[in-house]
């Protein structure tokens, strides 16, 4: 069993994290670690892991993490992650990041959309951990930067179609809808329930710092600079986001055509699940899980493609596709401890 | 004191006209009728209602509605309208349609997205009810045709834009999310609490009967023919729309700019609020009210403009904006009976 | 028009006090208070009052209020309400108090329940702020305490038991839910969307701060001392009080005999409801609105009556019943700036 | 592998049932019916099993199902079941049987409740699927009827005070509340969003058909007749129930001596989590699991305990505990495909 460490371990992410590793069959989580709940219980804070776990949550220690596990995932505001990250490395342990800090190859683009980067010599080295699209890289890395939410249900939606060179990438325009547990578990007015529940908004417009990150993806795929326009919008339920991705076709395509594109880029694909022509995704039916759910339209009228992406933003948005970046480093099988089915209702 | 008819009493418009009648100073509700509920008094359909109103359902027919009310609102699903409207206006009573049957002007066109008319005659004659575009036209009507909760916002959200030729309408992209009244007050298993709640969806993509009623008052605005994609989808609140609208714009504007535009266009206008820069609207807003909220952002990176608007589909989405299209008709304060603050939280 | 201040303005108590006070024919709001956002327009706030108010918020200052307004409701937390409430009362202003300040007449209950009191003198003065139990009382007061949420819908529930000596209180059991509006605005981890939406959750079981409140109405409706087990329970909505109580009957009654008996107890009440015999209220019915809805039950087998009263928590629950109190203590109708019907779905 | 069935697979349990015996290490689902979806894929219906399973749905004839499958879990309404399961078990298939047709021992009381009876006969040999109380006859039993939801909550809930005499039974009253997927998933205007969500509502007062399937095991458990008041509400959440059970005490014991009680009661038992003193479930903390959470209140005031018990009810409630009975059936290990910790948030 390998000791593993989750680090950030009282944010939404970290008890998913945990709750995913403790239904993993080659790891041991050694050490939890929160800075508010330092020295309490981790299931006083989280009481759903009564009975399952029993770790007095520790303060962030690189020294004092990197002893007690082997592998580590670092579960941190961006700023935060890069502060222990590099001793961690240093002492030996493969680290999958699931901040921001080791996201974009340039420092200029993090400086100018996050702030100062204290970390940049491991930028070159940091791989970034979307297993569909960076499978083998991921495979041979020290330092995994996991996706954010958004990027990652924006690349899958359009990697069938960049890769094939289907769409006028100058025409993309990105419509998002996340979960509420994606502005994490820290006490903010904006986040209360009565502010979220009944309402909706779309906030970030033009704005929000996963654009960069999108567009350094789907540059990747086109083979060419791409911009876009992205606007993230505050879903009143827990978990998921959806994506409706628009382009311009190149030529038409029917519905069936790019379906059948679809289905056939991911073949094989653990856990990219393509709907049936006819049928689209709803963020109900990935709950809980690690799936990735797509549907595609074109639209004869006006000659666009319409693709619509859902993931459970703290399984494929965070923690799973941690795990399973996980997996790919340690040699586990890819989808270990992330077989469960979404749960519906 | 009018005396005013809701037809379609039991279905969530229904009871909405019956929320606002009630407190409108210059008429009462003389009549109310239901298919399903005839015989049964409203307020046990709706024990919201109770202590405030105290009428049995009538069944659905004309000479009975016309003998009893001067003013009617028809709030009947499609092609059920066209077979009382007729008869209505025969008898001389004024009526706002709050179905679909009415609002295309043409026949071949309504046929196309929905089925047969067999009430075209009327179609030269009824008028859009959208005061805000179509304010004179609709105090002189006998038949007013009201506009549909998605082409609401969507019209609201871009008249400043095409009438001002500031964008290009062959790049307009619709993103619409609708809060589940829209989707009726029928008994379906789409419609369950546990199949929407926590739920996210994209529906009737590239084919929403919306589509063509979006396109007709566009086009009215640009002065030529405009083609949109339109995608909605379903929110997990009980009222509210909000559409994401992107458009190229035809020359660089910030978003000051574009904010004092807006408010330039919209001065004057009762139920239309602009959003100052950096500020956006959120359903729960307006949540009960007859308002439309507007906010406008300029993208220098990619020279698009993105409008958000947010409504209550009950309200300035049907019932609302019906009560306000009766007030023109009937020569009241445009505003009468619609003066409620939003509901927030 | 009589000038009024709203104290406390950027809570949930103080939006539904400012929304509610809009639409009131007598008054006009001349000074909005608030310590976290002393300076910014309240409709920076609360973006749903855009176009209907433009104050800047004021500090919390009793001089500066008592010069701006003849009227006060005091929207503060308990202690807070008792440092401004002596001052204004000297300055010759009425006072509508939300707190729990003067809601306890025994300043040791208080201390025991909440700290230490430091305006103790005032509490003979008071008057408890339930108008359907004290509306002469309240017509002469100069200092009224609105009644807490909980006891509202729990006096108005037994209150027809009680007086007429139906039941045994001895065995009276209290089971509330709330929505979670009645946490406050303040950012707790414990309301963040994600902690409360899909959960429910009992708290301050045998411990909570509406008990002594509850047992003080209740001894004067039985004439002697009243006991009872309270128990709140959080429930995922933003507005509404559902409290479910037992007791045994002191003889047997029929749901029809005890239904005919609260509605003679509270017949010509503006704000109370009684459903039919095989009606139940739900808080979906009365939100928004200023009604309490009560549905009862007799039980043949087990000999007890059930009774189950829905209010909106921040209008016949706070703001709403803080208003009543205002047009009895300052001689308007009883219902003015009350009549909105609940807003349904 | 054990092939088994899911008899009445597109509604809430059944597709709870297929997602938790995918997961099942010892069975395969050969068979799945449906009623109203015969002949469609079963991933049609629940897209969020896509990719897990490709069955399509049979017609409900028992004489196919015992073809296919060796174990059978009937998840069918009441009357349905007793329509099948005589042929099921007489073909020397073993049944777990989810509806209300083989739970009450007394034929008098199901027609009492239900209606009538025409599998009478077998209601001596089916055994109670409480695991916690009825293990050993479970374990031997052809056919075994899964409790209700309620009855599931109510009775871990009171064991450890009943079967040690600490309460007099004849105060017992128990407030629940339940997630509307325990409404089922027929199309039903009291189900839908609209009508369920932001409301909360108490229903079958007095007259609940789980009464006497509650009373039946209190009785057990106590030794001697007992009779309860339970009153239901309606949750706007999925899934989830809670309990708030009240009762004196024959003798004043404090929180911690009664946590203590109920921990030793519950030692070594798989599912069954005491909070410690001070802390109380919420639903939120057992969803999707097949956990019962308990925390219990002692109240010197008023000297009654209160107990809250919380369990996913489409798992603890039925779909988990149907696979728990299962377990113990074919002599699988208890929590064999039981494992998955609860889904927070």
Redesign the interface.
Known sequence: MVKVAVVGASG?TG?ELI?LL??HPGVVITCVTSRQNAGENIT?V???????IALACDPVDPALIAAKADFVFTALPHQSAMEVVPELLAAGRKVVDLSADYRLREVSVYEAWYSRHTSADLLAEAVYGLPELYRSQIAGARLVANPGCYPTSVALALAPLLRAGLIDPG?L?I?S?SG??GAG?????D?????????????G??SHRHTPEIEQTLTDLAGAKV???F?P?L??????I?S?C?ASLKTEMTTQELVTAFQQHYSGEPFV?V?PAG???????????N?C?L?V???P??G?V?V?S?IDNLVKGAAGQAVQNMNLMLGFEESAGL???????
Chains 1, 2, 3, 4 share one sequence.
């Open positions: 939404y008890v709750r403790l239904s006083a989280f009481p759903s892991l009564l009975g399952r025409t325009i419509d809808k509420t547990s578990r820290s006490a903010k007015v986040s209360l329930f009565c502010e979220v529940n009944e309402g909706f908004k779309a906030y417009v033009a911009v876009v326009n606007t919008h879903l009143p339920v827990n978990r998921g959806l409706t628009y699940r709907n049928s689209l995704p709803n963020v109900a039916f990935v709950r809980g899980s799936y759910d549907g339209v074109g639209d009228r006006t666009r319409i619509v859902t077989t469960a089915l979404p749960v519906f209702p």
